[in-house]
């Protein structure tokens, strides 16, 4: 089962200045009534501000908005880094966040090293991380270079090794942040075909973009997110769906949910 | 997943969902800290080998002189002067780096939801295996000085397990402190000193005479006692387990309370 339930989920960043930050002042400020004020003029920046909506497998979720909308916080969110400070939010299933490729990578260990370590930061057993290297390897024709330390890859090895790490172990929900396309001509080819499937494969996808066009494409349902509010929440047919159908079928039950915030 | 005044209650039962989640993610932390280890080395020749000669010269030196200073036979000072400090190593080595517990895997933390304490134990993963190193120094030393390795050696393994756990279980509140509070780390590494000279490892309590009280009420003594004493051929006496145990519960339920209480606020301080 996968689920996204977000119900009024408000995240604030406080914005710490120099002295909020500092024991010393913390506690001048407690020993003295606190009257060398620093208290009470703590910024506060509302990065979602009550935002709701529910998904379930089969749902694309366009993230659409400018930078600083809250995209991205709201990605994080659901990968659960930032909980809520007020209001509901249940994820269900296993989430992959492709927001860093580079996650975990290492400049002085080998293409193996990394594989297993990204194996082990997403939680996987030793003997399940070594799975994925041959999966890796055949997909990213590395060969001899997976056993080279990392910093003597190209730019463009680099980013298919982490390309393929990230997206070697299926997930129920998928967190991306603009749509991946790496390498040259040839391989991204291959690349799109590995992502596709990928998606294909997860119940829940949640893309956060600049653009209004890919959204369209990929996403049945749309949201505009704008200094942290839903601006528009609205759901259309994708024009490329990226969805496994045995999935679409059985999302008919949660497809009314989407309409309480039109 | 909300925030909201909780109760104590709450608070332990999330922090020890928090702390045993970590502990069973074990594949990630004993990878990851083997991994330091291995990444941070792999271009010196003598890689954490080099650690292990320095010890063995400080040790060397020192013990000569503190013995010197204490009017005690070498023989009699080295073995106890030489485990009492690769074991403090070990324990300020894992505290000092507790400061930048998690600020130093925030790219991690930003992007991905682990249990906290998986963290921390990658760090106390990476000093045990420096330890491991600098144990060759201290079998070096016990044979050299007559004592060699014997059955009751084996009892300092389960000293090295609680003072493992209790590194750990103190990792965790001065890591979110630390993350907190940016002028902490600091306090911490002078607090480490003073208990270094505090504590006996230098010296032996017996010098104390009548201020005995000093050591006995130092719960570090207790702590490396229990790795110290089977290592020179004696058995830990009770009252160092219990000084022990009695650590392990009350730093157990503070980093629980702690992590429980604080634990959504974590990735805000980044």
């Known amino acids: 089962m996968a689920s996204i339930d977000a119900d009024r989920i408000v995240v604030e960043f406080p914005m710490y200045r120099v002295g909020h930050q500092s024991f010393k002042r913390q506690l001048l400020q407690s020993a003295t009534g606190g009257r060398i004020g620093l208290r009470g003029d703590l910024t506060v920046v509302r990065a979602l501000d009550e935002v709701s909506f529910r998904l379930g497998p089969g749902d694309r979720l366009g993230l659409w908005g400018h930078n600083g909308a809250g995209k991205t916080t709201l990605l994080r969110a659901i990968a659960g880094v930032y909980p809520p400070v007020s209001g509901r939010l249940d994820v269900l299933g296993r989430i992959a966040s492709l927001i860093d490729l580079n996650l975990g990578m290492d400049g002085d260990a080998s293409g193996i090293e990394n594989i297993r370590m990204r194996g082990v930061l997403l939680g996987l057993s030793r003997r399940e991380a070594d799975r994925l290297l041959d999966d890796v390897a055949a997909f990213t024709e590395l ?35 603009e749509w991946l396309s790496v390498g040259d001509v040839d391989f991204q080819k291959r690349a799109q075909d590995r992502l596709t499937n990928f998606l294909a494969r997860s119940k829940i996808l949640v893309l956060a973009s600049h653009s209004e066009q890919l959204l369209r494409d990929v996403c049945n349902r749309i949201i505009r997110l704008e200094h942290g509010r839903i601006e528009h929440d609205w759901e259309q047919r994708p024009l490329h769906p990226v969805c496994d159908p045995a999935a679409r079928s059985d999302r008919k039950g949660t497809l009314h949910h989407a309409d309480r915030h039109e | 997943m909300t925030l909201s005044a909780c109760s104590i209650g709450t608070s332990l039962a999330r922090g020890a969902h928090e702390m045993l989640g970590a502990v069973a993610l074990r594949d990630t932390w004993i990878y990851s800290g083997l991994q330091d280890i291995r990444l941070r080395y792999r271009r010196s020749f003598l890689g954490p080998w080099w650690l292990t000669l320095s010890t063995a010269i400080t040790i060397a030196v020192l013990g000569l002189l503190w013995s010197q200073i204490f009017g005690m036979e070498i023989a009699d000072y080295l073995p106890y002067f030489a485990i009492g400090h690769v074991v403090w190593t070990w324990i300020s080595a894992q505290l000092n780096d507790a400061c930048a517990g998690f600020t ?94 505090l504590t006996p490892i230098l010296w032996q309590p017996g010098a104390l005479r009548s201020a005995a009280w000093m050591a006995e009420l130092n719960p570090l003594f207790h702590w490396i006692a229990l790795i110290r004493e089977p290592l020179l051929g004696r058995v830990p006496s009770a009252t160092h387990y219990a000084w022990t145990v009695a650590s392990l519960a009350v730093l157990g339920t503070l980093a629980v309370w702690l992590l429980g209480r604080q634990r959504d606020r974590i990735a805000y301080w980044m």
């Open chain 2, 104 to 197: 130093q895997f925030e790219h991690i933390i930003k992007q991905t939801r682990l249990p906290y304490p998986t963290y921390l134990l990658r760090l106390s993963m990476r000093h045990t295996l420096i330890l491991a190193h600098n144990a060759i120094v201290i079998a070096v030393v016990l044979l050299l000085c007559g004592i060699g390795l014997h059955a009751l050696s084996w009892l300092a393994v389960i000293g090295v397990g609680a003072v493992f756990a209790i590194c750990v279980l103190l990792a965790v509140p001065i890591a979110i402190c630390c993350t907190r509070f940016r002028d902490l780390p600091p306090l911490v590494a002078s607090g480490l000193q003073v208990l270094f000279f």
């Open chain 1, 143 to 177: 060969g001899a270079f997976l056993s080279m330390p990392l910093r003597t890859y190209s730019s463009g090895m680099h980013m298919r090794l982490g390309f393929a790490i990230s997206t070697a172990v299926d997930a129920d929900i998928v967190l991306m942040d």
